[in-house]
C-alpha cells in the first residue's frame, strides 16, 4: 500500500475525471457523425442526443453488473495492480491526456482508449519493468486494435447486405423514410455502446488509486460513486462537441446515406457491446471508422477516401508508443520531487 494525502488523492481523481471528460470531447465523433453527415440530427441536436445516451449505460450497469468488466482490465488487467502507485497513475493520465489533445487540435479520430493503455503501460514500465505487465490483457487489447475496425466494417457490410435485401421490393422514398428511424435508433444504441466501454477505462484508473493506496476496502471493485462519476464526466465531455473529428467522420471518409449511416452504427454497436461483455477496451474511434469504411466500400470501393483512412490509421498506428513515452516521461519526472 502507498500512502497518499487526501488533497492529494482527490487532485488526482480530479485529473481522471478530467481525461474522461476530455476522452467525451475526444470521441464525440464516434457517435454523432453518421447523423450529422447524413442531415439527420443538426450539429447542437447530435450532441445532447449523444451526451444524453452516454449516460444511459450507466442504467445498463445497474441491471448487468457483468457490464464493468472493462474497468477491471484497466485497472488490473494491464499493470499488476499491486505494482501500481500515485505517480504511474499520474504519468499514465498525463500521457493519455497530452496524445488525446494533440490529436484534438489537428482533427485525428485517434483512440482515446489506446493512448491510456499507453500510458498505464509506459509509467507502469517506467516504475516496475517489464515483469509488472500483464500480459493476457495487455496481448487482448492490442488484438483488438487490429480485429476492431476489421469486424466493424465486415459487420458494417453485412448489415448492408441484409437490409437491402429486406428491404428490396419497397420503394426509394419509402425505404429512406425508414432507413432514417433506424439510423438514428442505431445511433443511440452506439452512443450507449461509447459510454459503457470508455467511461469505465476512468472507471479502472480511479479504482486501482484507490485500491493502491488503501482508500478501497475488501476485493478489487468498482464503487458506486467512481461509476456515476465516470458517467457524468464523459457526457459532459460529449456535450462540449468536437468539431474538427466530426467533419473527418462525417464526411472526409466518404459520404453517407442514412442506410449507410445506419449499417455502420448498428455494425459498431454489436462489435462494441461483445468487447463489453468480453472485458475488452476496445477503441470506439476504431470500431466507427471501420464500419463507416465498410458502409462506403458496400456501395463502391471508390467511394472511400483511402488516402484519409490511411491518415487515420497512421495515426492509430503510433497512439500507444506515443503516449506510453510520455506516460513513462512524466512518471519520471515525478520521482525528482
Not at 200 to 222: N, P, R, W
Not at 244 to 252: C, N, V
Not at 287 to 309: D, K, L, P
Request: proline share 3%.
Amino acid at each position: 500500500m502507498h500512502e497518499l494525502a487526501f488533497p492529494l488523492l482527490v487532485g488526482l481523481i480530479i485529473l481522471a475525471l478530467a481525461f474522461d471528460f476530455l476522452n467525451g470531447l475526444h470521441d464525440a465523433a464516434n457517435s454523432i457523425a453518421t447523423v450529422v453527415a447524413t442531415r439527420l440530427l443538426g450539429p447542437v441536436q447530435a450532441v445532447g442526443f449523444a451526451a444524453f445516451f452516454n449516460f444511459a449505460a450507466y442504467f445498463l450497469t445497474l441491471a448487468w453488473p457483468e457490464l464493468h468488466k472493462v474497468a477491471e482490465t484497466i485497472g488490473k488487467g494491464l499493470i499488476d495492480k499491486d505494482l501500481v502507485t500515485p505517480s504511474v497513475v499520474f504519468g499514465a493520465l498525463v500521457g493519455a491526456m497530452f496524445w488525446n489533445i494533440v490529436t484534438w487540435w489537428k482533427g485525428i479520430p485517434s483512440s482515446s482508449s489506446h493512448a491510456l493503455v499507453g500510458g498505464i503501460v509506459g509509467a507502469g514500465v517506467a516504475h516496475a519493468g517489464f515483469t509488472g505487465i500483464q500480459w493476457s490483457g495487455l496481448n487482448k487489447t492490442l488484438i483488438a486494435i487490429v480485429l476492431s475496425p476489421l469486424l466493424g466494417m465486415l459487420l458494417a457490410m453485412l448489415v448492408m447486405l441484409l437490409s437491402s435485401w429486406a428491404l428490396h421490393r419497397v420503394s426509394n422514398r419509402n425505404a429512406e423514410k425508414s432507413f432514417r428511424w433506424l439510423h438514428l435508433a442505431s445511433s443511440a444504441a452506439y452512443s450507449t455502446a461509447h459510454g459503457l466501454n470508455d467511461a469505465q477505462k476512468t472507471m479502472g484508473i480511479i479504482t486501482v488509486l484507490l485500491y493502491s493506496t488503501g482508500y478501497l476496502s475488501g476485493e478489487f471493485h468498482v464503487p458506486h460513486w467512481v461509476a456515476i462519476s465516470c458517467y457524468i464526466a464523459i457526457a459532459m465531455g460529449t456535450l462540449s462537441g468536437g468539431w474538427k473529428i466530426i467533419e473527418t467522420m462525417g464526411t472526409r471518409i466518404t459520404k453517407l446515406s442514412q442506410h449507410q449511416g445506419f449499417s455502420a452504427s448498428t455494425g459498431g454497436s454489436i462489435m462494441v457491446f461483445t468487447a463489453s461483455l468480453l472485458g475488452i477496451p476496445v477503441s470506439t474511434t476504431h470500431t466507427i471508422t471501420g464500419s463507416i469504411i465498410g458502409a462506403g466500400t458496400a456501395r463502391r470501393a471508390s467511394a472511400v477516401r483511402w488516402g484519409v483512412a490511411q491518415n487515420v490509421i497512421a495515426a492509430w498506428v503510433i497512439t500507444i508508443p506515443a503516449s506510453a513515452a510520455v506516460g513513462a516521461l512524466f512518471y519520471m519526472l515525478t520521482r525528482l520531487f
